[in-house]
């Protein structure tokens, strides 16, 4: 008599199939995998709620083990509470949320809006613009006149220790730069912008304008601002 032994196959995704045809796509019905299935065609793989195995996202009930495919054991995954990757808006709505526009970003968590999808925040690189510097008449930092012969200071941007990235705005109290100025930003950087007043001899410090660390929230508002004894500064910010 012959005997029928039923072999045991490696299905796609890593998990065994066993006694059960496969379709050209690797899928099975009855392998627990919905992939290139319908409810209509195997509603065991492919339920109407709750978790299905292969439609790439890690709900409740999947683990790596039970389901490697949606819920991969290393690197982000959808399904993991945090929009990173490659994921978007279309493609992990769990972790990206709705669509989205930048002039109302609903994002939330470490993403912002960017081409109509929440992305990861951090890293990435950002563009500062339009930043506007305003003071008072006189120096609040040291209660005297800006300059010598009592006029306006001569505005620029720079670093803490008084490196410019810009020219100085001549004799005014609200100084302009258009930019753009861009920016690398990580998750747990600090922001900063200074202001300085150019010297014949030693600059003076004007002011800062500083997050820190800056955060997803600020950056989905796409305004930087700061205000501090009579001087503010404010700068808009937008992801590249």
């Known amino acids: 008599m012959k005997t029928h032994q039923i072999v ?3 299905g796609p995704l890593g998990l065994l199939i066993g006694g059960c045809a496969s379709d050209d796509n690797g899928a099975a019905c009855g392998d627990g995998i919905c992939r290139g299935e319908s409810h209509a065609t195997c509603p065991e793989d492919c339920p109407t709620s709750g978790a299905i195995c292969g439609d790439d996202v890690c709900t409740a009930g999947e683990t790596s083990g039970t389901c ?3 819920c991969p054991s290393t690197g982000p995954f959808c399904g993991d509470g945090t929009c990173n990757g490659t994921e978007t ?3 992990c709505a769990v972790d990206c949320g709705a669509a989205c526009t930048a002039t109302a970003d609903t994002c939330a968590g470490e993403t912002i809006c960017v081409a109509s999808a929440c992305v990861a925040a951090f890293p990435r690189v950002y563009s500062l613009t ?7 008449s006189t120096n609040p930092n040291n209660n ?3 300059d010598v012969g009592g006029g306006a200071p001569d505005i620029f941007l720079g670093n803490s220790m008084g490196v410019p990235f810009t020219t100085a705005v001549a004799d005014s109290f609200n100084a302009s ?5 861009d ?3 990580v998750a747990g950087a600090t922001l900063r912008i200074d202001a300085w007043d150019e010297d014949a001899t030693v600059d003076d410090f004007v002011m800062a ?4 660390p800056v955060s997803a929230s600020l950056l989905r508002a796409r305004s930087f601002h700061c205000a501090t004894a009579g001087m503010s500064m404010t700068s808009s910010i937008n992801p590249k």
């Open 130 to 136: 339009n930043i506007t510097v305003s003071v008072p």
């Open 177 to 181: 730069f258009a930019g753009p100025f």
């Open 68 to 70: 490697p495919g949606d």
């Open 183 to 185: 920016v690398q930003l």
């Open 209 to 212: 304008c500083q997050a820190m």
């Open 8 to 10: 045991a196959l490696l």
């Open 144 to 146: 005297s006149t800006w």
């Open 89 to 91: 808006t279309s493609s």
